[in-house]
């Protein structure tokens, strides 16, 4: 039986142990729900919080709204119709792809010491006709960026939700993707999709609502312990006459790059 000098030392140490900071399980690199006031609705998201896009893959495609938000009151919204198509895209991709959003979050760098473990991941939602199976008209992902041996971006995951109904992993170092795995998903529904990159493994793991879909290692160009960035992209094919990329929109919330570990 305790004393009450016992009982006092026991919840003295319970106090001080309570009120002692806590150490988070993951360390938040870059996170954002696109909520005001850093993110203004209507406006482009380049431009807003340190987000960038090339000239030439559809920069202002990527709107702030407040139509059919996740977490907090505001997505990010990307019509189809915004995608710009561009002949370049359509001749190196030999006509699978028309015209390409890229959005980048601030440059993170983030030096993992080769050991570090790094989610990034999104909440991402489709909404259109569905496609016939393997037809990759229009689609929305994530992307896990890091260097090459030249100090160029490598790809290090892609997780992709397509028009077909269907959920598809990749490198990101292809011109035209080479799907590593390929599952179902319902259109105009929300689906959390995470790509975890282990640096001591040199491997990505990909994750649709939590469950697991696949190991795979990072392409040899893959030298650097750097995170350089993470990013969300929309496709779009050539439209034909039954399928145009202007009834397809892409959302985007609650976009996050953590540390989970060692």
């Known amino acids: 039986m305790f004393s009450k000098r016992s009982l006092s030392l026991v919840s003295a140490l319970l106090f001080a142990a309570l009120a002692a900071p806590q150490r988070s399980s993951a360390q938040i690199i870059f996170a954002t729900n696109f909520d005001t006031p850093l993110y203004i609705s209507g406006l482009p998201l380049v431009g807003q919080d340190g987000w960038t896009a090339p000239g030439f893959l559809s920069p202002f495609a990527a709107v702030i709204s407040t139509d059919k938000p996740r977490q907090g009151r505001q997505t990010v919204r ?39 473990v790094v989610r990034v991941s999104a909440h991402v939602r489709v909404d259109g006709p569905q496609t016939a199976s393997g037809n990759n008209f229009f689609s929305a992902s994530i992307v896990a960026v890091g260097y090459d041996g030249n100090g160029d971006s490598s790809g290090i995951g892609e997780l992709t939700i397509s028009s077909d109904g269907h959920v598809y992993g990749a490198s990101n170092n292809d011109l035209v993707p ?4 390929s599952a179902p998903v319902t259109l105009g529904e929300w ?3 995470a790509i975890v990159d282990d640096f001591g493994a040199r491997t990505y793991s990909f994750y649709v609502d939590g469950q697991w879909l696949g190991t795979f290692p990072f392409d040899p160009s893959t030298t ?39």
Request: hydrophobic share 35%; with cysteine.
């Open 78 to 116: 990307v019509w189809g119709g915004d995608l710009e198509h561009q002949d370049f895209i359509n001749e190196v991709t030999a006509g699978y792809y028309d015209a390409i959003g890229s959005f980048r979050c601030p440059p993170v760098d983030y030096d993992t010491g080769g050991t570090r």
């Open 178 to 181: 080479t799907f590593l795995f």
């Open 191 to 193: 689906h959390e999709l």
């Open 224 to 262: 650097s312990n750097l995170l350089r960035r993470a990013t969300m992209l929309a496709y779009a094919a050539p439209d034909t006459a039954t399928l145009k990329k202007a009834n397809y929109n892409a959302h985007y919330d609650h976009f996050s790059i953590k540390v989970t570990g060692k």
